[in-house]
């Protein structure tokens, strides 16, 4: 077999160049900017922020308002609780407790000077005991009304008619009597006299200075409420009004940075607004809890002060005249005209009162220099007839003299209240609508603000 026989190698290929690479074109795609997811968070925070400032104002603003329309009320509502509930009750139980005090005075004059006109002047004590009567028929009514404790009315009432029954069944016993001696009821006369006055000293005096002091005491109380109502809320409207004002500065002072704008008109006329009624309204109720106090301490105590030591001379005044008609008393009535007399001393407003006082017991000494000497008939003339140089007359005088200056006090109070209420005229409300048109100053504010922000 024939060897295979050997194949021609292939022919080299001539040398091909490579085509040249084209780089994929991507396809065209959107060229939108990317947004940052944090700058995102950044701009829509602040109308958030701007949101949270007004609010915090708003709030601010009507915690104010609130803040001086509770205060303001509860000032007016407390000084008419003091002006015309508690001082009048006061003063009416003052009056009540004088009243009675010379009552039993003018009973006493009335058998003093017996049916005998030229010695004494019965009619003139007559009248005033009528007076004096009816005042404490009318003085009981309004303390009962006024809310005076029911079980001292009513003990009051009682003994008041009891004590009617006495100073009656005492006249009637001495006019009885035909031609009795100048200052010198009969017997039965005298006794029930003088249960009458044991009964107005050891009852009716006590009951009526019970009154006049629960009186007193409530006047006291109402007027501190009032005063400490005033200054919480001068604390109150300062402590808000100051914190409003702080955040309208530091409010406006990041708004100024972050709009670079370097003021808001509308946000600095509310700051220098709320800043301007903050201090009005706390020196207004701190001026109120002044007034108050300054109207109680220095006119209303006074007037009190003076309406017992007129109870005081009328009862004093009474003394001399049981002391002439009670011989046998006769000690312990100058004992007690002597311990009444040194209290009068202790309150004597001016020289005028002074003068007077010194009169009155210039006739007291006279008086009983004619006691002494038998000469009743001077006695009886010298306490009861009006004239200059009398008893009557001085004693009278030296009253006047003294209402008068109390009556002064009173009106000075009077004045004092009035104008503490003149000073309240107009709050809470001005304040209130101020306060509304900054409401409508930081809203119109706000608004040019949050319109940038606002989406397109």
């Given amino acids: 077999m024939a060897a295979p026989t050997a194949l021609p190698a292939p022919p080299t290929p001539a040398y091909v160049p490579s085509p040249p690479r084209v780089a994929p074109v991507a396809p065209p795609r959107d060229r939108a900017p990317r947004i940052r997811p944090r700058r995102l968070r950044q701009v829509g925070a602040v109308p958030a922020r701007v949101y949270g400032f007004v609010a915090l104002v708003l709030i601010g603003i009507v915690t104010l308002a609130a803040v001086i329309a509770v205060g303001a009320g509860n000032a ?73 404790p029911v079980a001292t009315v009513g003990a009051l009432i009682d003994g008041l008619g009891r004590y009617d029954a006495y100073v009656a069944q005492a006249r009637l016993a001495d006019e009885q009597v035909q031609d009795r001696p100048a200052g010198r009821p009969p017997l039965a006369a005298l006794n029930y006299f003088a249960s009458a006055t044991s009964l107005l000293h050891d009852d009716l005096l006590p009951a009526a200075d019970a009154l006049g002091r629960g009186a007193e005491e409530k006047l006291a109380s109402d007027a501190d409420s009032d005063r400490t109502h005033a200054r919480w809320a001068a604390l109150a409207v300062g402590a808000v009004g100051t914190l409003l004002v702080a955040v309208l500065i530091v409010g406006q002072i990041r708004w100024a940075r972050r709009f670079h704008r370097i003021l808001a008109p509308g946000l600095a006329a509310v700051t220098i607004a709320v800043a301007a009624l903050t201090g009005t309204a706390a020196a207004l109720f701190a001026d109120h809890a002044s007034r108050l106090r300054d109207a109680q301490t220095q006119a209303f105590d006074p007037f009190l002060k003076l309406a017992r030591t007129r109870a005081t001379a009328s009862d004093a005044n009474a003394d001399e005249s049981r ?63 009006v004239g200059r140089g009398n008893l009557a007359f001085d004693f009278y005088d030296y009253q006047t003299a003294l209402g008068r200056v109390a009556d002064a006090a009173r009106a000075d109070f009077e004045d004092r209240t009035d104008s503490a209420d003149d000073a309240l005229a107009g709050w809470p409300w001005v304040p209130i609508a101020v306060l509304g048109v900054c409401v409508a100053l930081v809203a119109a504010s706000a608004r040019p603000r949050l319109r940038e922000y606002a989406p397109r």
């Avoid at 000084?79 to 009056?95: C, F, G, I, K, Y």
């Avoid at 009675?100 to 000077?113: F, G, H, M, P, S």
């Avoid at 309150?347 to 006082?357: E, F, H, I, K, M």
């Fill in 323 to 385: 002391f002439v008609i009670l011989p046998d008393r006769a000690r312990a009535y100058s004992e007690s005209f002597a311990a009444k007399s040194a209290q009068l001393d202790r309150n004597v407003p001016d020289q005028r009162v002074a003068s007077r006082l010194d009169a009155f017991r210039r006739d007291d000494k006279a008086l009983r220099a004619a006691v002494a000497e038998g000469r009743l008939d001077v006695a009886v003339g010298l306490a009861t007839k």
């Fill in 76 to 148: 007016r509502s407390g000084l008419d609780e003091v002006a015309d509930t508690s001082a009048p009750r006061a003063a009416v139980a003052a009056d009540l407790y004088f009243a009675l005090a010379d009552l039993d005075a003018q009973v006493a004059n009335v058998l003093l000077v017996g049916s005998d006109e030229q010695v004494g002047n019965r009619q003139l004590a007559l009248r005033q005991m009528r007076e004096r009567r009816s005042r404490i028929t009318a003085d009981i009514q309004m303390l009962s009304v006024g809310g005076a």
